[in-house]
C-alpha cells in the first residue's frame, strides 16, 4: 500500500482524480491479492491512469519481490 499511495498520489498532480483505499474490504491484501480503492472526482481517461501507475510500480515492486511481478498488477472495475 505504501508504494500504490506514494506513486498514486504523484499521478494525481497531472490527472485529476481523488483516490482513497477503505479499511472495509483491504483486511486481507495478501491473501486476497488485491487492493480495493475508491475513485472520486474523476475528470481524466482512467484505464490511462491506471496504465501510467502500473508502469510506474513495476521499478519498486520489482526490486521487493525479487523480478517476479506476474499478475501483480490488474485493475478491475466495479460500479
Known sequence: ???????SNT???KYIVEI?????GN??????????VVLDNVKCDIDIF???LG??????LKKRLDGNLDNVFKVERVQ
Open 11 to 13: 499521478l494525481t498532480k
Open 50 to 52: 491506471f496504465r501510467e
Open 55 to 60: 508502469r510506474d510500480l513495476k521499478v519498486p
Open 27 to 36: 483486511q486481507n491484501i495478501v491473501q486476497d491479492g488485491t487492493l480495493k
Open 20 to 24: 482513497s483505499i477503505p479499511d472495509e
Open 1 to 7: 500500500m505504501e508504494i500504490f499511495n506514494r506513486y
